[in-house]
C-alpha cells in the first residue's frame, strides 16, 4: 500500500538546522512531484516547498526562501527538506505530500520544535 513515512523531526535552538525526510512507498515514486507542508498549532496547513517529479525544479513559500532545500532522489524513492536558520515561528509538524492526475498521497508527519 501506498507509505509516506516523514522522519528527522525534533527539538532544536533557533538558528540551528535540522533535514527532514519522507521515505516513499507503493507508488511510482518518479512520477509525483513532491511537497512539504506544515501546520503550527491553531493554524492552517500552510505549503512550505514543492519540487517537480524530476526534481529538477523547486518552488519555495516566501518565509522559507533562502533557508530552506527541497530535493527528492527518485533513486531512494525519498524528498528531503534541509532546514536552516531555524526561527520559533517554525514550529510546527510538518508533512509531505505526493501529487501527480495518479494520485494525491500523505504522511503522518513529523514535528519540529524551535525552542531555547
Known amino acids: 500500500q501506498v507509505q509516506l513515512v516523514e522522519s528527522g523531526g525534533g527539538l532544536v535552538q533557533p538558528g540551528g538546522s535540522l533535514r527532514l525526510s519522507c521515505a516513499a512507498s507503493g507508488f511510482t515514486f518518479s512520477r509525483y512531484a513532491m511537497s512539504w507542508y506544515r501546520q503550527a498549532p491553531g493554524k492552517e496547513r500552510e505549503l512550505v516547498a514543492v519540487?517537480?517529479?524530476?526534481?529538477?525544479?523547486?518552488k519555495y513559500a516566501d518565509a522559507m526562501k533562502g533557508r530552506f532545500t527541497i530535493a527528492k532522489d527518485n533513486a531512494k524513492n525519498t524528498v528531503y527538506l534541509q532546514m536552516n536558520s531555524l526561527k520559533f515561528e517554525d514550529t510546527a509538524v510538518y508533512f509531505c505530500?505526493?501529487?501527480?492526475?495518479?494520485?494525491?498521497?500523505w504522511g503522518q508527519g513529523t514535528q519540529v520544535t524551535v525552542s531555547s
Open positions: 505530500n505526493a501529487h501527480s492526475p495518479y494520485g494525491d498521497y
Open positions: 519540487i517537480t517529479s524530476t526534481g529538477s525544479t523547486s
